[in-house]
């Protein structure tokens, strides 16, 4: 059979829709969620997750870039366009920052209807340091042009997605770009990137969901209108309708997770605790705004009781712990922590719903039975 | 409410299940998903999976070990039972070998019906360069007891399961585990352990599935009974029916998997290829015995054809790498490899059924589409 290459593309990539009702997870959903991976939520422990526990969401392959032959194109709206290799960019000024990352679709598989894509539940997040030179440096030598709108960064990662064959490619306006935080980055907890967080380099944009932070980053083009590519205008809006105009992704909506307590049953993830005294602690972020403050539930959102917020420790961008004393006696419990942040933004007690399942942060149950120890 | 362990743990550990016809991946099972991860299929590319690309599952919480507190208890039928710490450890003659693990679950979710669990398809394999002490060396001052039958290993990962509170254990058989390259592993391709993986110290049994491979240890007991905990006598068992005795899991049978070609589609992994010659590479592996040839179809599995297996690299419990070039012409294809070991063991074209949806080793096929490259 002969193919053209969009009667072939229209075979193995279907446009977005949404699951029926009672429309299970599919084989597909499946095997994203095998490649793809949250981060398992007794992580929370960590200031700054170990790698292979940070969340990862991968669009098309891992590329295999050969960190020597690798070279980055700044090109477009500037003064000076230049090539760039691996040795120059690690020769202007380092920087490192803490930044916690959350996927824009975390959330998507308790929605209703359900976006078919990446079924994320709740645990697409992580917090690592990433070192690398600010994009405004790289910038400064190359200068823009007066009429510069964005900035439009390229990916290596290639493939098909609804159709559409592309690099990844996403933007970011002038100001956001020229932030003092926007890394090229190199290095992740203090050692060369992995394959898998965007080897040999990535962009890091603190604050803003994880499809901005562009990985395995091949250029780097200054342009005078918005980007209008399949990533920026497609994908990763919020829409009711399919021809909405939606609402662009951004920043991190606020969200506070608890450690889970106690242990857990191996399929349900219930938690299992004894009586007495059970020290609640939790993570809480916003890319909006500092995190203001932290609530506890135990019984599933109905009551609510201040948590004591961490001291600053001096990384505006990374996830805030929080405590919350809690006497557990026998019984079942719902257990839930909401942030707000300084903007006055906090989390809804349900999913706001969207057609690409982006942006939510509702507050999370966590299912937990006390019960007396037996006496052997 | 009261509740007492055996009512409380009912509540949130249901029994063994399979799923009813047509009743798709549930919410718990999804969690699993997310939690525990595959290894994307682009990552076969390397000689050793990067960490984080590794597969990995736990089956309750990853647990937050001091290397500095942490302790091996040695006991049970020894003459000389001692407490070792990681000092002591590092001190025995160090081994490193590199071992191809793969989830017993493995293929799991292809099954009709379906076991109600961890929901893998075909990912739960990687490749590790392991550096520990062979545990036949530490036994060798213990010494070991003459009615020694086997070796009860215990890890520090604590929860439920199938309303079974546990620590971790599984045993293996005196003469598996005085195996050359059995090892008290205390790094992973030459760093000190991720949390993930086991840190401070795990067992490596290559060539046995991963349940084998007990992470986060703590004791070691040799007994003169064979071990009847749960992960031995009721998990990780064969089975038709609950009630068989059941045939224990044990090494890992041959397959065959390909690097996937191409580009793929983002939510079909469907793989997009362009007209000429196609240098398809691979691995095999097999714990039972070495790999002794690989067969590659581009149809499914009509018509096999011999690959070209990689020169051996001195790693015999790595997986093998083997190429076959495809003259790719336009249409659809499903390209398929398929292994045969040197016991002549080799993989079925369906999926074994059994209850736990161990062990499966079916024949994977990779949906590919070769179309011509459109001239803009």
Known sequence: ?????????????????????????SAEELALAARNHGM???????????????????????????PAAWRLAVSGGVHRPLTLDLHSLRALPARTVRVTMECAGNGRARLDP??????????????????????????????????????????????????????????LPIAEALGRDVLLAYAMNGAPLPPQHGAPVRLIVPGWYGMAHVKWLKGITVTAEPFTGYQ???????RQQPDDPGEPVTRIRPRAMLIPPGFPDF????????????????????GGAPVKGVAVSTDGGTRWAPAILDDPDGHPWAWRGFSFAWR?????????????????????????WNRGGFANN?????????????KP
């Open 1 to 25: 059979m002969k193919l053209d290459e969009r009667t072939a593309y229209a075979q193995v990539s279907a446009p977005a829709r949404l699951a029926g009702p009672g429309e299970g997870i």
């Open 40 to 66: 398992p939520q007794e992580a929370l422990r960590y200031d700054v997750t170990p790698v292979g526990l940070h969340y990862l969401l991968t669009h098309y392959d891992i590329p295999a870039i050969d």
């Open 267 to 286: 399929l349900s993830r219930a938690r299992i605790v004894h009586p007495g005294p059970v020290l609640l602690r939790g993570r809480a972020w916003s």
């Open 328 to 352: 557990a006696t026998p019984g079942e419990y719902l257990l839930a922590a909401h942030a707000t942040d300084e903007s006055g933004a906090t989390q809804p007690t349900t999913q706001s």
């Open 362 to 374: 509702a507050i999370h149950l966590t299912k937990t039975i006390c019960v007396p120890e037996e």
């Open 114 to 171: 359900r976006p078919v894509s990446q079924p994320w539940l709740v645990d697409a997040v992580g917090t690592a340091d990433w070192t690398g030179a600010p994009l405004r440096d790289l910038l400064a030598v190359t200068g823009l042009a007066e009429d510069a709108v964005e900035i439009v960064f390229t990916g290596a990662d290639h493939g098909v997605e609804r159709g559409v064959e592309q690099d990844y490619q996403r933007s």
């Open 232 to 238: 920026q205008q497609t994908a990763y809006n919020l």
